[in-house]
């Protein structure tokens, strides 16, 4: 009679280094640094989190929790942001409910004239209302990248010089600051006439260093 082998129940509450392809290269490493390792790393630290927030499955299995993680990060990494995506939509709606049922809820205490608690839910409602514009704005965000970013340069004696690239219609026309350029002489316009000066506008005379301009003589304090 041949004995039925039964493996043995995986400990969900065990993280199974040899389990989690992400940290293969910690073998052979001694334990200590290994635990350290793993102290820090984010998924690590997400999935403890997960787990204690998140009891809707039970004791979800530590090790493929971590896992599952590692895939996320490495999508994100290789640019794959779907998941993020994915994740502020259904947070979005999230925020929306509960900005409803709190202005519900608002609505119904003023009714009964119970305005402190009208306010209360208010000031909840509208909080839930900014979060969730906030939430679209960074979706709008991950999906509509920035394609021009501004080089700024500081040189020295605090001049700052802005380099972006700009298309050849965007180029912008050489001043043309003197009097000939490439070439070419600048239209100085018409020829101005001659104007006349003011006739009573004489030479002023020697001045003997007694008298001033008008024949005045100086008078010296003693």
Request: proline share 3%; with cysteine.
């Amino acid at each position: 009679m041949t004995k039925k082998i039964t493996k043995a129940k995986k400990n969900p509450n065990e993280l199974r280094m040899q389990d989690i392809p992400a940290v293969q290269g910690l073998k052979g490493t001694p334990a200590e640094y290994q635990d350290a390792k793993m102290a820090i790393n984010p998924a690590v630290n997400a999935a403890s989190a997960i787990r204690v927030f998140e009891k809707k499955f039970g004791d979800v299995d530590l090790t493929y929790l971590v896992n599952a993680l590692n895939e996320e990060t490495a999508k994100a990494n290789s640019r794959d942001l779907t998941g993020a995506g994915d994740m502020l939509v259904a947070q979005a709606t999230i925020l929306d409910a509960v900005f409803n049922n709190l202005a519900i809820r608002s609505a119904a205490n003023m009714g009964e004239g119970y305005m402190e608690a009208t306010e209360t839910y208010m000031k909840l409602a509208l909080r839930a209302q900014s979060q969730c514009r906030s939430t679209w704005e960074a979706l709008s965000a991950i999906q509509n990248p920035i394609q021009i970013v501004k080089q700024q340069n500081i040189a020295k004696g605090h001049q700052q010089v802005n380099n972006y690239p700009r298309n050849e219609e965007d180029e912008i026309p050489q001043t043309e600051i003197l009097e000939v350029i490439d070439g070419k002489r600048m239209d100085t316009g018409t020829e101005s006439k001659n104007v006349k000066t003011d006739s009573r506008m004489e030479t002023v005379g020697k001045n003997d260093g007694s008298k001033n301009t008008r024949g005045e003589k100086k008078v010296v304090a003693k």
